[in-house]
């Protein structure tokens, strides 16, 4: 009923970019905080960068500086903006939204995330 696909994944080379986004769908009534998460091998997933509705914006502080979040209300899109890539930014990344879905306004919204899309950085 609920969908988030994210796309731009791929490989670059260090200090290159790479801008990741990711898309909801399907039954939306709003969508609140949204973000991304990465995960590499062996390690648990962790958050990188959220952003509010209102578009207030956080980060790891292993990303401060060169990554960026943004979002489109109106696309029900977060985007993600890499730069000055480096190699232990490999991992997979996904994306999350906090929705709220027609019918289930009043209620407390629920954690959707994307499939994941690999991001691969090469010395």
């Known amino acids: 009923q609920v969908q988030l696909v994210e796309s731009g994944g791929g490989s670059v080379q260090a200090g290159g970019s790479l801008r990741l986004s990711c898309a909801a769908s399907?039954?939306?009534?709003?969508?609140?905080?949204m973000g991304w998460y990465r995960q590499s091998p062996g390690v648990q997933r962790d958050l990188i960068a959220g952003?509010?509705?209102?578009?207030?914006?956080n980060y790891a502080d292993s990303v401060k500086g060169r990554f960026t979040i943004s979002r489109d209300n109106a696309k029900d899109t977060v985007y993600l903006q890499m730069n000055s890539l480096k190699p232990e930014d490999t991992a997979v990344y996904y994306c999350?939204?906090?929705?709220?879905?027609?019918?289930?306004?009043?209620?407390?919204?629920?954690?959707?995330w994307g499939q994941g899309t690999q991001v691969t950085v090469s010395s």
């Open positions: 399907g039954s939306i009534f709003s969508i609140g905080n």
């Open positions: 952003i509010s509705r209102g578009g207030t914006t």
């Open positions: 999350y939204g906090e929705v709220r879905r027609i019918g289930a306004a009043f209620l407390p919204p629920d954690n959707y």
